[in-house]
């Protein structure tokens, strides 16, 4: 042991000139290598998102989900086929083993849905994605309890803004649940009396509600906006609408 330390004392010089070209080597790589948000990893999966119809948790799993999984699962070099269903969406993650060329294999997965697509909900919206660092999800909130339109509108409208600005965050998604709407039933009698069409009283509903601009007034020194808000907030603010004659 007492020679080999004779002989490093002996060739000191050489190790530390052997240490600091290491060192250097060690900065000039550090410097060089590349920056980036996220980093570049390649994952053998592919996402399938659809959401934006208004059928339950249970009608979504039978009517969106299964059909979607049976058409990718016989995509080249599946090895696993996983999904998440909630109230008004799913979440399908097709997974390729190793080799594969996921470039090709989102083409396929592609194909494949496009195929089923006339099958499905036609109000569905659907997103097929390669699986990046910038998608997945890095934490998931649910809201549970009371009426779901008015969670969605909690979740969209006081949760989604203040979690977006939270530094480092890249983006918020809301997903699933009911939207407040007013469903209108027509009267075809009435309708073909006046000379209506389904059309006419749809263009009516659209005019007379929603909020526009009417102009401005100059005040001391300002410009005040003038709006005028006819939003409908309740079935009769809809049945007040006037149509056409006797409407």
């Not at 979440?91 to 592609?110: C, G, H, K, P, R």
């Not at 039933?185 to 005019?207: G, V």
């Amino acid at each position: 042991m007492r020679s080999l330390f004779d002989l490093l004392a002996a060739q000191r010089r050489f190790i530390y000139l052997l240490v600091g070209l290491l060192s250097a080597g060690g900065i000039y790589a550090a410097l060089r290598l590349p920056s980036a948000i996220y980093p570049e990893l390649a994952f053998p999966r592919v996402l399938v998102v659809a959401e934006g119809s208004s059928l339950g948790a249970r009608q979504m799993l039978f009517s969106v989900t299964r059909p979607i999984e049976e058409a990718v699962s016989i995509v080249p070099g599946v090895i696993r086929v996983r999904s998440r269903t909630i109230r008004g969406g799913t979440e399908i993650s097709v997974t390729f083993s190793d080799n594969t060329d996921m470039i090709y294999a989102l083409q396929q997965v592609q194909a494949r849905v496009n195929q089923v697509r006339t099958s499905l909900p036609a109000e569905l919206g659907i997103e097929v994605e390669r699986m990046t660092p910038s998608l997945f999800p890095i934490l998931s909130y649910n809201l549970e309890g009371g009426d779901p339109a008015s969670l969605y509108d909690i979740a969209r409208y006081q949760l989604k803004p203040l979690i977006s600005r939270v530094p480092g965050v890249g983006r918020v998604d809301v997903q699933g649940s009911d939207l407040h709407e007013i469903e209108v039933i027509a009267d075809p009698a009435r309708l073909a009396a006046q000379r209506l069409t389904y059309a006419d009283l749809a263009n009516a509903i659209t005019q007379s509600t929603g909020v526009s601009a009417v102009g401005r007034l100059p005040q001391d020194y300002k410009q005040y906006l003038i709006v005028t808000a006819q939003e409908a907030h309740a079935p009769e603010d809809i049945a007040a609408i006037v149509v056409g004659h006797g409407l």
